[in-house]
Every structure is written in structure tokens, then in C-alpha cells.
């Protein structure tokens, strides 16, 4: 490619972006939301939720987390149906109903892609999730190989039954003890 | 989208970190706890980012792209008019059609609707200060606005952000995701702002706007282009 042009900088999101992206508050249409999930749709319903935690493992309450999946059968489907977007909460706690993704990519582990925005972060953050009960497809998973394996796990969602459903638990540290890995890609 | 085309065409371009301004930026104070500090680890593109949510004019309201009528409760919104357009384009100038973009910004006086802005500066009743349109097929977009009013904030003793509108674009990827901000020309708080001094010199001026007296319109609105380049993509697959 003959590169005639410079990519745009990044900013942060800033504090008061919830208006704009999580807008139920304001009795305004949202985007996306995080609930991608809908009665008959295939595949098993699980929630994922954790909380956001900056370096001095305090919760994030102004912060955006993005995900974008395949469906149950590890294709995108048309359109949005795989994006969801959630703001944290008070307590810094975001969750997502949606389905379990099929693996999409040959090779991997099953996963969903995450994006994390933040006031205070002047650049969004990448990463991706992937499941405590994959594990033969995780072990064999080339991005989790390319990871430290003291820190392989903070990529993987912790499966819990509980009477509501399927959780899986997906704690987001931006910095410090328990680094969440994010990735350059 | 099809994937499979997206298959051929190749990987993405890198994210650039000579043009974004890096996690740790501590005149930015928020930045010192919320800054990754371990280096990011370098990730093969599959499907997974190299796909992307698609969004179409079912995602819109007849008004999003009109923030001057779309908070309207009983009157104009107080404030000096304003269009600002321009194109979505990826590195090698190719438009980025059929793209989502949002914006979200203070009032005239420099207030948000956000309830946690306590800032002592009315709101305005008519104004909500967000929006939505697509680019057309050339990469092109277009909001009529009311032109955004500097703010304080706590940084630091007397800090003040300049005027300025937040930008949320996806491009044709989850890897072209890009939230950024619009500054106008001549501002004199932004030798000052520590976020838009966060980005690397050289870099900063992409993020400031143009007056435009084509683009204004007589007896009604002032005219700002501002154009916006996501990440492209390499000419030809790379494999191994």
C-alpha cells in the first residue's frame, strides 16, 4: 500500500460520553447495547461480567467495553448482530448476554474480541476473551501461546452455573497486579 | 459484510504510534492509573478483528445528524450554527463508505447533558449534544451542530479543555475502531491540554479543524472541515 496519508490520532472518551453511547438514561436509542442475545437464537446463553480495574485496583465507573463474536456456529453474521457495547457501572461492573461463540478462525480457541475505552485512556485497549472450558482448544490456541503463561490467564473467562444461567467472569485490570494482556494488532 | 472479501484483501495496516499519543501521558493525571504498563503483545489478524460490526440506516433517527433540532424541546438551541463535514478516509486516500460515525459534545456555554457534569454554565433545554450519520459513498459526512464552549476541569490549577467535539467512527473492522476529538483552528487553550498534547508532535494538527467559508452557509451557519483517516489495508494478502 503507498501510505499518502496519516492515521488520525486517538483520544480518550473522556467522562461524559455515556449520554452518546449508553443513552437508555436519556431516554434516547442506543446503538448497540449488551444484550446480544434474544429468546430462539442458537447456541448456549451465557453472560460474561467483571469488573474494571485501574492500578491501584480501584473500579472503573467511566469506562466502555466493546465486544464483537462470531455466532454458536463460528460465523459473523450480517450487520451488528455480534457487536454489543456496555458502560460500567458505580461499582465498575459490566456484563453482556449473548451466546457462546463457535471457534471462527481455524486453529483457535474459541474467543470474542474485546475493546476497552476509558477516560483517561488516550488510546483504546485490545484484548479477547476466551472460555475456562475450552481446554484442549486454548492450549492449542496460537494467540494464547504467543502469551506469557503467567499471564495466559488473565485472558480466560471463569465458567460458574449458577441458578440464572451460565456466568462466566471476565475481570478487566488495566494496569498493575494481574495486567490484563492487551495486544497490538 | 463478506467476509471472504475481506479474506483477499489483505491484512490491516498497523496502528501507528507515531500519530497516537501513548497509554502513559502523566501530565494527563488520569493516565497515570489507567495506562497499560506491560508492552502490548503483537497479534496475528484473523477473522475475528479482521471483521467488523456493520451498521445501516436503520441505526439511525431522521434526525441524529442535525444536533441543532434533535434535543429540541421548545425552541432553538442557544449558540453559534455550525456544519462540520469531511471524509472518512483510510491511509492511501481511499474513502471509507457506509460508516458509522457518532459525535457527542458540551453546549454553547461548555456544558454537557452528562449528569455527573456539575459544571456551574447552564444547560440548554433544546440542545442534547449527540449525533449519528453515515458517510456516503465517497467517505463523506455531514452534522449541523451549535459550536461547543470550553470547559474547566480538575487536572490541574485553572485547567480548561478547549472547545472541542468527541468522534466515534468504526471503519470497515473491529481493528479500525477510532474515538478521537475535534479542535478548532486558533484555539488558545490548546497549547495548554494536556489530551491533545498527549498526542505526539507533529501529529496534533490532524485533530484541529478547518473554517471553511464554502462549506458555511450565508446567513445561517459557520462551515468547519474536518477530515478523519482510519487504518487501511495492505495491498495483498500476507501470509506465514
Known amino acids: 500500500m503507498s501510505q499518502t496519508l496519516k492515521q488520525t490520532p486517538s483520544q480518550t472518551v473522556g467522562p461524559y460520553f455515556a449520554y452518546a453511547w449508553t443513552p437508555e438514561l436519556y431516554g434516547r436509542r442506543p446503538l448497540a447495547a449488551n444484550r446480544l442475545v434474544t429468546r430462539d437464537m442458537a447456541g448456549e446463553h451465557i453472560r460474561i461480567e467483571g469488573v474494571v480495574y485501574d492500578g491501584q485496583g480501584a473500579p472503573i465507573r467511566d469506562c466502555v467495553v466493546e465486544i464483537w463474536q462470531a455466532g454458536a456456529d463460528g460465523r459473523h453474521a450480517p450487520g451488528a448482530a455480534g457487536f454489543g457495547r456496555c458502560g460500567t457501572d458505580d461499582a465498575g461492573h459490566y456484563f453482556f448476554d449473548t451466546v457462546k461463540p463457535g ?53 480466560i473467562a471463569t465458567r460458574a452455573e449458577t441458578p440464572g444461567g451460565v456466568v462466566y467472569r471476565f475481570d478487566i485490570r488495566i494496569q498493575g497486579d494481574g495486567e490484563t494482556v492487551f495486544f497490538d494488532c | 459484510m463478506d467476509t471472504a472479501v475481506q479474506e483477499a484483501e489483505g491484512d490491516f495496516t498497523p496502528r501507528d504510534w507515531a500519530q497516537h499519543p501513548p497509554y502513559l501521558s502523566p501530565l494527563y493525571k488520569s493516565t497515570v492509573l489507567r495506562s497499560p504498563s506491560k508492552p502490548l503483545i503483537p497479534m496475528k489478524q484473523g477473522l475475528s478483528v479482521r471483521t467488523g460490526p456493520v451498521f445501516g440506516h436503520d441505526s439511525l433517527d431522521p434526525l441524529d445528524h442535525d444536533l441543532t433540532k434533535n434535543g429540541r424541546v421548545n425552541g432553538e438551541p442557544i449558540g453559534e450554527r455550525m456544519i462540520v463535514t469531511g471524509r472518512v478516509l483510510d491511509e492511501s486516500g481511499r474513502p471509507v463508505p457506509h460508516t458509522l460515525l457518532e459525535i457527542w459534545q458540551a453546549n454553547a456555554c461548555g456544558r454537557y447533558v452528562h449528569r455527573w457534569d456539575q459544571h456551574d454554565a447552564p444547560l440548554d433545554p433544546n440542545f442534547f449534544g449527540a449525533g449519528r450519520c453515515l458517510t456516503d459513498a465517497e467517505g463523506r459526512y455531514r452534522f449541523t451542530t451549535i459550536k461547543p464552549g470550553a470547559y474547566p476541569w480538575g487536572n490541574h490549577h485553572n485547567a480548561w479543555r478547549p472547545a472541542h467535539i468527541h468522534f466515534s467512527l468504526f471503519g470497515p473492522s473491529f481493528l479500525t475502531r477510532l474515538v478521537t476529538q475535534m479542535y478548532f483552528p486558533g484555539d488558545p487553550l490548546l497549547p495548554l491540554d494536556p489530551i491533545y498534547n498527549g498526542v505526539p508532535e507533529g501529529a496534533r494538527e490532524l485533530l484541529v479543524s478547518r473554517f471553511s467559508i464554502d462549506v458555511t452557509e450565508p446567513v445561517w451557519a459557520l462551515g468547519y472541515e474536518f477530515d478523519i483517516v482510519l487504518r487501511g489495508r495492505h495491498a495483498t494478502p500476507m501470509e506465514g
Open chain 1, 103 to 155: 471457534a471462527c478462525d481455524p486453529g483457535h480457541a474459541p474467543h470474542i474480541a474485546v475493546t476497552v475505552f476509558a477516560r483517561g485512556m488516550l488510546s483504546h485497549a485490545f484484548t479477547r476473551l476466551h472460555f475456562s472450558d475450552e481446554t484442549a482448544a486454548n492450549e492449542a490456541d496460537p494467540v494464547l501461546a504467543s502469551v506469557p503463561a503467567d499471564r495466559r490467564d488473565t485472558l
